[in-house]
T-cell receptor
Framework: QQQVKQSPQSLIVQKGGISIINCAYE??????FPWYQQFPGKGPALLIA?????SEKKEGRFTISFNKSAKQFSLHIMDSQPGDSATYFC????????????????FGKGTHLIIQP | KAGVTQTPRYLIKTRGQQVTLSCSPI?????VSWYQQTPGQGLQFLFE???????NKGNFPGRFSGRQFSNSRSEMNVSTLELGDSALYLC??????????????FGNGTRLTVT
């Protein structure tokens, strides 16, 4: 059972454009929603994270929007750059303890983002 | 500060063998988690250790096991390897098991190929 659904699977954006990746979750017990960025040959690196008590969080060019009632959250990358080309994963966990509840962090399937110069 | 170190980077094993992967967390980090990454299933949680105790375990068969030492270093073991165990195994560390204030830092993984 996939508890976090991520879309699109792949995305091509022109340099300077806005990249938008969406995730939907099913488990209402989730209360921590991070986004990870992964380059080929590297492990995932935390980009930005949000808790459900806020609807938006911004760090530099990266913004998470969170809709608790719809059980959806999204990542917006403003002024996308070729260096942003990577695979992005959304994730969720059921409590504030690292590794989540019994299932640790539940990841989406990933979005392969390509920023064209 | 050195990141999470995983050794070896690549492994090739034969079906039926067993394998041990090693992880050294970031200095000062006491929590270590393991994830399996495959093209089909994505990233899946294996287990988490804190202060040498397994706190959580994912939905994997008993062939997958791990342990954590007093210096927070961790190992995971897979016995009786199957072709489907071919994957990138990622270790992640954090200061404590508190996720939001203590995010996970991943290593670059061990690529295991089972033939």
């Amino acid at each position: 059972q996939q508890q976090v659904k991520q879309s699109p699977q792949s995305l091509i954006v022109q340099k300077g454009g806005i990249s938008i990746i969406n995730c939907a979750y099913e488990n209402t017990a989730f209360d921590y929603f991070p986004w990870y960025q992964q380059f080929p040959g590297k492990g995932p690196a935390l980009l930005i994270a949000i808790r459900p008590d806020v609807s938006e969080k911004k760090e530099g060019r990266f913004t998470i929007s969170f809709n608790k009632s719809a059980k959806q959250f999204s990542l917006h990358i403003m002024d996308s750059q070729p260096g942003d080309s990577a695979t992005y994963f959304c994730a969720a966990s059921a409590d504030v303890y690292s590794g989540g509840g019994a299932d640790g962090l539940t990841f989406g399937k990933g979005t392969h983002l390509i920023i064209q110069p | 500060k050195a990141g999470v170190t995983q050794t070896p980077r690549y492994l090739i094993k034969t079906r039926g063998q067993q394998v041990t992967l090693s992880c050294s967390p970031i200095s000062g980090h006491r929590s270590v988690s393991w994830y399996q990454q495959t093209p089909g299933q994505g990233l899946q949680f294996l287990f988490e250790y804190f202060s040498e105790t397994q706190r959580n375990k994912g939905n994997f068969p008993g062939r997958f096991s791990g342990r954590q030492f007093s210096n927070s270093r961790s190992e995971m073991n897979v016995s009786t390897l199957e072709l489907g165990d071919s994957a990138l195994y990622l270790c992640a560390s954090s200061l404590s098991p508190e996720t939001y204030n203590s995010p996970l830092h991943f290593g670059n993984g061990t690529r295991l190929t089972v033939t």
